[in-house]
């Protein structure tokens, strides 16, 4: 019933930007928080930026000062806008929320993924 849609991925060269988004479809409650995370090839899975409901954000440290994440609450989107691209940013991104249902129950859910390429 909840399910969350990314778009925006591609490939960039070294130095571009490049703008994702995550839609979150269906019925809740509300949504508690937002994140992007990101899988490389032979790595774990990482958190790259999160939102919370009240605004807070963080990112982790190989991405701040080049990312920025933002929402627009009326849309129930989140965006993460990526500058100045590194080689090291390629990966799979995945959009991941946790949301509460209408019968108060908490849980996260996870968008498809969508590849983001920086190479020359």
């Known amino acids: 019933q909840v399910q969350l849609v990314e778009s925006g991925g591609g490939l960039v060269q070294p130095g571009g930007s490049l703008r994702l988004s995550c839609a979150v479809k269906?019925?809740?409650?509300?949504?508690?928080?937002m994140g992007w995370y990101r899988q490389a090839p032979g790595k774990q899975r990482e958190l790259v930026a999160a939102?919370?409901?009240?605004?807070?954000?963080n990112y982790a440290d190989s991405v701040k000062g080049r990312f920025t994440i933002s929402r627009d609450n009326a849309k129930n989107t989140v965006y993460l806008q990526m500058n100045s691209l590194k080689p090291e940013d390629t990966a799979v991104y995945y959009c991941?929320?946790?949301?509460?249902?209408?019968?108060?129950?908490?849980?996260?859910?996870w968008g498809q993924g969508t590849q983001v390429t920086v190479s020359s």
């Open positions: 991941n929320a946790e949301i509460t249902g209408w019968n108060l129950e908490i849980h996260d859910y």
């Open positions: 269906g019925s809740f409650l509300s949504i508690n928080a």
């Open positions: 939102i919370t409901s009240g605004g807070s954000t």
